[in-house]
């Protein structure tokens, strides 16, 4: 009978020991407050302790009590919200299925589903959980705008019924630049036409989902933008996206597009693919127009682009790569690694790549490209010098409208001299002849980056850490302007499972599609 139930439950099937319905009804009730008020403590007490505890929402899975307990203390609390429906169902003596219907304040419903567990103390916790919250019209920390589609496809072609999530550095014809900054945002006019790289995804069928947020300036790996918010990793759940192209990965990794059309001057592509597990490709300098993008460091600046598969990525590949520069170098099946590549990668990271460089067996050759951390120092001069050059003059004249983080590098850039940078260049040109005589046309494997995404909560020091360990790989390729496939074939382990790791292969100038192709290969 409906009068018969505990206040606040809309049914119950099953029965419990005597009191044991009124203590769960408290702690679920307990748990809700707690979660109104965003009481740390409480809401961890809330969840059983151990490595089995469950936690899901449309971001992902956490495994085990301490990823769930650090996941909650970055979100920051929940918006305000009241039960409406509770359906209890009793399935054991000591656990109970509770479904509940909130309704937001400000607007929409979500679901709640909890396993809740009797310990042997006597205190009702929950086991495992999965929420479903309120559908947000736009994701502010992956979207800056999007439509259904934002701009269509201006003509029929192999990508007819594809949709892309464009990178806020290249224009859309009559949207403006925003560049992860709303101060520059604001400032900018619209595009009376596309950029060439958006123009020929159109023109191949694709449509303009949206435009995705970037870092600022795209002068970042991390993806944490201080204006709109770190966008989600669906496939780590806690842990920063990566970037500078965060929000066509996140868009892509979500199923809201099919394609991100991005950009790559130090591992922007190449370092989101490997922490979400995407497939991503820097191409060859100069294979596709750079005409329409905000420039970054243009000896560096490459256009490429994130997908889910690889059949996909070589689509967009060879709708935008000129025929003259792009996809038209075969390559051998021979690879080369080059163990001093790895000298600041996790010990994970190491192993991984390890493994799987011995399952090659002998096509694996090892060499030693020589000099890497003044390879390094001088990419990260030239390409300060050329950041500054190309937007120094706007974040001078706009004091504190850029995070600290990218504020700082501008200021490093600032303070680079042209003997410096003359300097810097001589460094990459004989670097880049070592590269070409060492590399001989053969294809180097390495780690897409140092480290699987690193936490949501890491500090600026690792964060910076992991920046320097990274760039110092992925600056190989933007010193021979060499293209590099980003492939999610190798993983790393941790708590409650295994996190996405890229396999990178860097090929010879040209070889653009035939590197996506060998990559497909090692995948299947």
């Keep these: 009978m409906a009068d018969a139930l505990p206040s606040g439950v809309t049914s119950l099937v099953g029965s419990l020991p005597a009191g044991e319905l009124e203590a769960l009804l408290g702690a679920f009730r307990g748990y809700e407050a707690a979660l109104m008020s965003n009481d740390i403590a409480v809401l961890d007490a809330s969840f059983a302790p151990g490595a089995d505890t469950l936690r899901g929402d449309a971001n992902g899975l956490l495994v085990g009590h301490g990823r769930i307990a650090a996941f909650r203390g970055l979100r920051g609390g929940v918006a305000w919200r009241r039960i409406v429906e509770l359906h209890v169902r009793v399935v054991a003596p000591d656990a109970a299925l509770l479904v509940s219907v909130s309704a937001f304040v400000a607007g929409g419903t979500g679901l709640q589903t909890q396993l809740w567990q009797r310990s042997p103390a006597g205190t009702w916790t929950i086991g495992a959980a999965h929420v479903t919250g309120a559908p947000p019209a736009l994701n502010r920390s992956v979207w800056r705008v999007a439509g259904a589609p934002l701009v269509p496809a201006s003509t029929p072609g192999p990508l007819a019924g594809m949709t892309v999530a464009v990178k806020d550095l290249f224009d859309v014809v009559g949207y403006a630049v925003g560049a ?129 598969d690889a059949a996909t990525l070589r689509a967009a590949a060879a709708a935008s790569l000129a025929p003259a520069s792009g996809g038209v170098v075969a390559l051998r099946p021979a690879f080369v690694v080059a163990a001093e590549l790895l000298e600041g990668c996790d010990p994970e990271v190491v192993a991984a790549f390890d493994a799987f460089v011995a399952e090659l067996g002998g096509v694996v050759e090892r060499v030693e490209l020589g000099g890497l951390d003044a390879v390094f120092a001088a990419f990260r001069t030239v390409q300060g010098a050329e950041a500054w050059r190309a937007d120094g003059a706007w974040v001078a004249a706009h004091p504190g409208a850029v995070g600290d983080d990218v504020a700082e590098r501008f200021e490093v850039a600032a303070a680079i001299t042209p003997g410096q940078e003359l300097e810097a260049r001589e460094v990459l040109r004989q670097a880049r002849e070592r590269f070409d005589a060492t590399l001989a046309g053969r294809v180097l494997l390495l780690p897409s980056a140092s480290s699987a995404a690193p936490p949501l909560d890491a500090s600026a020091e690792i964060i910076a850490a992991v920046r320097a360990a990274t760039l110092r790989m992925t600056s190989v390729a933007g010193t021979g302007g060499y293209p590099a496939v980003s492939a999610p074939l190798l993983g790393v382990p941790m708590p409650g499972g295994t996190a996405p790791l890229g396999l990178c292969l860097v090929g010879p100038r040209g070889s653009d599609l035939a590197l996506i192709d060998l990559a497909a290969t090692l995948a299947r």
């Design 180 to 308: 992860g900054n709303p101060v520059f945002l604001a400032e900018a006019g619209r595009a009376s036409v596309d950029a060439d790289a958006v123009a020929a995804l159109r023109g191949a069928g694709a449509a303009v989902q949206g435009i995705a947020q970037t870092d600022e300036f795209a002068y970042s790996i991390a993806g944490r933008n201080v204006h709109y918010g770190t966008a989600p990793n669906p496939s780590v759940p806690g842990a920063i996206p990566g970037g500078s192209s965060s929000g066509p990965a996140t868009a892509v990794s979500l199923g809201q597009a099919t394609i991100g059309l991005a950009t790559d001057t130090a591992g922007s592509i190449r370092v989101p693919a490997s922490y979400q597990g995407l497939w991503g490709l820097r191409t060859t300098h100069g294979a596709v127009s750079t005409r329409g993008l905000l420039p970054l460091a243009p000896s560096f600046d490459t256009v490429g682009w994130l997908t889910r």
